[in-house]
């Protein structure tokens, strides 16, 4: 079993809908919390970025994290066509093991007109 | 530069032979990571620095793969005697040494062995 599960998708929605994405863990050591973005034939691009529960928002972003069932989210508000791409989970322990991430495979999005 | 640069972005290479790939990272970024991306694998995690010094190697897959990182800056990711399972692409990204911070990835090396 992988640390870090995440639905592949495809995702698709109209667009203006509201999109969730979600990955669930089972390492009880991570405390950092990072969704990624990357677009076709690019690396992946920082979107949000979360230490610990609790939510943040940033836009059409909010990020939340639910520690208690290993559980984060993304939210995208009003999606355009423009968020098509595929959506990285990302996350690891304490400073002290080197900033190395754990990923998700990722979820492909596609908003359509 | 503004970004992390990698190079060559595209690479084809026959079984057997030996490729290098670059990464020049973000200046003043002092810690460096590769990782690979296979299709449906996700990225998973190769090597890191910090300054020239690996403390964490633990991702490479077999003693065919080695990296170095000179003068704090550009990483060379050396790949011996390639096979077809090698195909990948492969990330560098760097981050600052200190503060809670994610990466900032380059654009990749598309690896293809035939």
């Known amino acids: 079993q992988k640390e870090v599960e995440q639905d592949p998708g495809p995702l698709s929605v109209p667009e203006g809908a509201i999109v969730s994405l979600n990955c669930t863990y089972s390492?009880?050591?991570?405390?950092?919390f990072m969704w990624y973005r990357q677009y076709s034939r690019k690396g992946p691009e920082l979107l949000m970025y979360?230490?610990?529960?609790g939510n943040k928002e940033d836009g059409r972003f909010t990020a939340q994290v639910d520690k208690s069932s290993k559980y984060i989210s993304l939210f995208i508000r009003d999606s355009q066509p423009s968020d098509s791409a595929t959506y990285l989970c990302?996350?690891?322990?304490?400073?002290?093991?080197?900033?190395?991430?754990?990923f998700g495979t990722g979820t492909q999005l596609k908003v359509e007109l | 530069g503004a970004g992390v640069s990698q190079s060559p972005s595209n690479k084809v290479t026959e079984k057997g032979k030996d490729v290098e790939l670059r990464c020049d990272p973000i200046?003043?970024?002092?810690?460096l990571y590769w990782y690979r991306q296979s299709l449906g694998q996700g990225l998973e995690f190769l090597i890191y620095?910090?300054?020239?010094?690996?403390?964490?190697k633990s991702g490479l897959p077999s003693d065919r793969f080695s990296a170095e990182r000179t003068g704090g800056s550009v990483s060379t990711l050396t790949i011996q005697r390639t096979q077809q399972e090698d195909s990948a692409v492969y990330l560098c990204?760097?981050?600052?040494?200190?503060?809670?911070?994610?990466?900032?990835f380059g654009s990749g090396t598309r690896l293809t062995v035939v």
């Open positions: 200046s003043g970024h002092t810690a």
């Open positions: 620095f910090q300054g020239n010094s690996a403390p964490d």
């Open positions: 390492n009880s050591a991570f405390q950092y």
């Open positions: 979360t230490y610990s529960s």
């Open positions: 990302a996350m690891r322990g304490a400073t002290g093991g080197g900033n190395k991430l754990t």
């Open positions: 990204a760097s981050s600052p040494n200190r503060g809670d911070y994610g990466y900032t």
